[in-house]
C-alpha cells in the first residue's frame, strides 16, 4: 500500500491557502501559493509520529455481524450495548463485553430493495439516530431507500418497545425524491442544541447532472437540521436560510457530493464531515452553518471540469487527499477519549477502499498524519461512551483503534 509522502502530506493539510484566492480564474496561483506556504503549515509539533503507531483489533468478535454495516451507536442509558444497521435493513443489538451473541433490534429489509451481495450498491438502510431523550420517549430515527419506485429516500421514527423497535409504530417524517441510486448520503446524528442532523448526497450521477449541490431549492447536496421533537418535524428558527424564499428552510450546509459520515465533537460541539469525491480528490470538511463546501464547482481544492472557476463564497476543505491513497473518505470523529491522549482533538477518519487511517488536528493547519494501514473495507465508524473509537466494515467486522507501538509525542 502506498503511503503519502511528506510533501504530498504538507500540501494536503495546508487548506488555509484558499482564504487568500477566492476569485475566479486563479486556481492555478492558488496551487504554486500551497507549495510555497507548505513548509509553513507542517508539523504542529505535538502530535503522534507520522509512522503508523497504531492497529485495528477486533473488539466485539463474539458480535460480528451478518451484514454489509453501515452505521453504529451505543444505547442511551445502556452504554454497555449497541446497535449496528447494516445496508439489507437489518439492526443488530449487541454488549460489548462480548458475553453475548447480536440480536435482531430491529428488521426493515421489507421496506428497502433488495441488496445485490454480487456487487457494490449505494442504497439501503444507511442511518440511525436515537433521541436525546431516549429513555424517556423511547424515539429512534432511521434514513433509508425506499422499496418502491420512483427513487426515493425516507427519514422514519420508530418506538422502542422491551428493547426492540416497534416496527408497527413508524412515521414518516420526510420522503426526498432521488434520481440515481446512488450518492444517498444517510448520516443521521443529534446535535448538542438537540436537533436532528441528516445527510443528503447530491442524488446521483457522473458530476451531479442535475446541479443540486449549489441548488437550494432542493434538499439535495445538503446537511439537513430538522427539530423533531414535536410529532412532525419543524424548521429550528435559527437555521441559515429560513427567510430566503428561494432556499429550503430545512437546509444547513450545502455544496456536498456524498458526505459519507459527519460527527459533533463532544468537546466543542464543531461538526465534521468527510465528503466523497468525484473523480480526483476526497475530502474532510468543518461544517459551519449556511456554508457552501463547492460541489459541483469544485472537487477538493480544484474547479471541477473547468480550467477556472469562480471559488468566491466557498469553504475550503481542512484536508484533501488524491486516488493515490484512497477512493472513498469515510468520516470519524474527534478523538477525546483517555487511552491515547497524544489523539487529543484530532478527527480521525478513513478510506472505505485502502483502510487507511488517519487523523488531523481540529486546533490548527498542520498536515494530516498517518495512523495505520489495514486492508479492511471501512465504511463507518463508532464511538464509544468514553470517547474511544472503533472502526466498522463492510464485512460484518467491528474493530478497536489502540496503539500497535507506543507513540511518540512530537517528531
Known sequence: MKRTPELSRRLLGCSSWLKESTVGGRALAAIVLMVV???ACGSSG?????EPDYQLVPAVESATIDGRITGFSTIPGAEDE???????????RFPLDRSRPAVVFGDVSDRTPAIDLSILEEFG???LAFSPNFQVDGRVYLYYTAVDPPEHTILSRFHVVNGTMDLASEQILLEVPQHSGNHNGGQLAFGPDGYLYLG???GGGNGDPEENGQDLSTLTGSILRLDVSGEDYRIPPDNPFVDRADARPEI???GLRNPWRFSFDRATGDLWAADVGEERWEEVDRIMPGGNYGWNIVEGLEC???SSCDMSGLQPPRVVYGRDDGCAVTGGFVYRGPSMPELN???VYGDYCRGTIWAVNTADDSPPVLLAETELLITTFGELADGELLALTLGGGIYRLQRALKASVGD
Open 200 to 202: 443528503l448526497g447530491d
Open 82 to 92: 449497541a446497535v449496528a444497521l447494516t445496508q439489507q435493513g437489518i439492526i443488530w
Open 304 to 306: 471541477y471540469d473547468a
Open 345 to 347: 482533538g484530532y478527527y
Open 125 to 127: 438502510l444507511l442511518g
Open 37 to 39: 506556504v507548505s513548509t
Open 252 to 254: 444547513y450546509a450545502y
Open 46 to 50: 505535538d502530535g503522534p509520529r507520522r
